[in-house]
């Protein structure tokens, strides 16, 4: 454990005592990912490549016995969000709440005795709206801590699946598996190569510091937020052209057979940017890893650069900020770049020559002021642990 870790885990224990009147019994964390290559693909049985970031979520709590729920969080003004477990229900407007809630609804629902309810004080420093998944980290740190709680004895991958159940059927966000897959699963100084299918995962070495490499995370501070419908249009478009083609997925339309299908699809214009993205992406994870596996990670430049004019101009969920992000750092020398989560804001990244990181970060921060546009936030993308106890 580091020493910000560390630190964090002390904070939120005191917190936890100061807001409850008593000691937590344990404390855990989970962290924010970014997506390396692989965007929209999860939930079209694809592949992904995200990364865990150090940035995580921490949880106190101790069990109950008396069917109450009691959240409170550090990050959101407001006192505490007092809940019965017996009577939890989908909330689309719960709030900050709705994301733990809906952990131990998910729970529940899945037969696990989890109905005693529990106390969790949350602190956080994954950016919200960044596109880096700190809802996932919510709701995993929280799956993880009832985990231990009741005793459930639950892996890394049945904890990311619920989590993923709180955000679909609870909080009625339609993502994918592959960020509450990131967060409970990933492994310090890997990315993670994740089979949405059948979710086979591979620990993938990235150390591009070895490398004289960087990867830069670029926060345009655009907030996103994936409830607004945009994010569900996208996934009903794919899951159209899907039954449209006959196959289960758009995973199953082979890069090679992509021409024939876009072309079956004339009566279906509207998804045919959407299959073409779905397609093309799967084939650049494919083709990252192969340059990943050659010990050539400075020729996945191209491949970040290509998905992004992917994502902007066939799945259309990039924004002026993001695009502005990827043209300034690849003119200003970058090996390449590409917007990095759902999309409409948030965040994009950037590999850079170690030598050049400075000077990158400074031509994107220009390149916003020039545009009037708030100054981003910039950091290293350092592959981290996924969630743990710590305390």
Not at 77 to 106: C, F, M, N, Q, S
Not at 332 to 356: D, H, Q, Y
Request: proline share 4%; with cysteine; aromatic share 4%.
């Amino acid at each position: 454990m580091n020493n910000d870790t560390a630190h964090g885990a002390r904070r939120t224990e005191a917190a936890f005592r100061e807001v409850y009147g008593t000691a937590p019994a344990g404390v855990w964390a989970a962290p924010g990912r970014v997506n390396l290559i692989g965007e929209h693909t999860d939930y079209n049985d694809g592949f992904v490549m995200p990364l865990a970031l150090p940035h995580t979520t921490i949880a106190a709590a101790a069990p109950r016995t008396d069917g109450v729920l009691r959240l409170h969080s550090g990050n959101v003004k407001g006192g505490i969000v007092e809940l019965r477990t017996e009577v939890l229900r989908p909330a689309p407007d719960g709030g900050w709440a709705a994301y733990p809630a809906g952990v131990l609804w998910a729970m529940r629902e899945a037969g696990l005795p989890v109905g005693g309810g529990a106390d969790l004080h949350f602190d956080s420093v994954v950016p919200t709206g960044a596109g880096l998944s700190s809802s996932a980290a919510l709701e995993v740190a929280t799956a993880l801590a009832l985990n231990d709680l009741y005793g459930l004895g639950l892996d890394g991958q049945e904890l990311a699946r619920l989590a993923q159940r709180a955000e679909n059927a609870f909080v009625g966000v339609p993502c994918g598996i592959m960020d509450q897959t990131a967060s409970a699963c990933c492994t310090e100084g890997h990315a993670l190569l994740l089979d949405t299918r059948d979710l086979t995962r591979r620990q993938v070495p990235f150390d591009l510091a070895a490398a004289g490499l960087r990867l830069l995370v670029v926060d345009t501070r655009v907030q996103h937020e994936l409830g607004d419908g945009a994010y569900a249009e996208r996934r009903a478009g794919c899951e159209r052209a899907a039954r449209a083609l006959g196959v289960r997925a758009l995973r199953d339309v082979a890069y090679d057979g992509l021409r024939q299908a876009l072309e079956s699809l004339a009566d279906e214009a509207a998804v045919r940017p959407l299959v073409r993205h779905i397609v093309t992406e799967n084939r650049r994870v494919e083709d990252v890893m192969a340059r990943l596996d050659a010990g050539d990670p400075r020729g996945i430049g191209p491949l970040l650069t290509a998905g992004h004019d992917s994502l902007r101009d066939d799945f259309a969920v990039s924004c002026a900020e993001l695009d502005l992000v990827v043209e300034a750092a690849n003119e200003a020398g970058a090996l390449g770049a590409r917007m990095t989560g759902g999309g409409f804001g948030g965040s994009a990244i950037v590999l850079v020559e170690e030598a050049e990181a400075e000077a990158v970060g400074k031509a994107v921060t220009e390149a916003f002021a020039a545009a009037g546009h708030a100054a981003p936030r910039i950091f290293t993308a350092v592959p981290s642990a996924g969630a743990r106890r710590l305390a």
